[in-house]
Each structure stands twice: as C-alpha cells, then as structure tokens.
Nanobody, 126 residues
Framework: QVQLVESGGGLVQPGGSLRLSCSAS????????IAWFRQAPGKEREGVCC????????YYADSVKGRFTISMDNAKKTVYLQMNNLKFEDTAVYYC???????????????????WGVGTQVIVSS
C-alpha cells in the first residue's frame, strides 16, 4: 500500500527555518518523482517544488526559489523540504505527492500526482 507521511511542520517566526520530511512506505523512491504542494486557507493547492529520482531534476515555484530546497534520500525513502527565510505567506498545510519520474513544466498540475500524504501545518507568525 502506497503511503506518504509528512512531518516537521510547526510554528515559526518570520525569517526562521523549518525542515519538512515526507516518508514513503509501500514503495521505493527509485524511479519516482516527489512533489511538495501547499494550501493556504481559502486558496487553491499550489505547487512548491518537486524532484525526480532519475536525474535529480528539480523544479521550484518562483515564490520559493532561493529560500526552499528539496532533497531526496532514497535509502531512507524520505524527501525533505528545507525552508529558510520563511514569510507570512508561506503559512499553509504542506503536502507531498508521488508519481512517475518524468517531470516537466506541468508538475504544478495536482491531477498529475497519483498519491498524496495528509499534510503537515506550517504557521509563520510573530
């Protein structure tokens, strides 16, 4: 059974950092792509970033470039999202999703991703 579990969310002040984890079970991360999405209250779910295990390709939303970094540890079956210099507008529930490893500019389409975790809350507040 494919399962993704996010962790690492919490309350952080603006300018602070958090590292989210997405742990996979029931499947290998070999030959997969993993994405992070987020959804703020009253807004649509939006793509944050994604990574492919095949060539290590990564994509980032413009709003997080230079602040967020996605990485993958295949041995631990875990994908990380390092978030630095957090802003109020980063407040959201963060989800990870998995699908085939061939990613392109369509990665932000939620329907492209087959399996999702239940999310972890990130609140940026002073």
């Amino acid at each position: 059974q494919v399962q993704l579990v996010e962790s690492g969310g919490g309350l952080v002040q603006p300018g602070g950092s958090l590292r989210l984890s997405c742990s996979a079970s029931g499947f290998s991360l070999d030959y997969r792509a993993i994405a992070w999405f987020r959804q703020a209250p009253g807004k649509e779910r939006e793509g944050v970033c994604c990574i492919s295990s095949v060539r290590g390709d990564t994509y980032y939303a413009d709003s997080v470039k230079g602040r967020f970094t996605i990485s993958m540890d295949n041995a631990k079956k875990t994908v990380y999202l390092q978030m630095n210099n957090l802003k109020f507008e980063d407040t959201a529930v963060y989800y990870c999703a998995v699908d085939s490893p061939l990613i392109d500019e369509s990665w932000t389409d939620t329907e492209r991703w087959g399996s999702w975790g239940v999310g972890t809350q990130v609140i940026v507040s002073s």
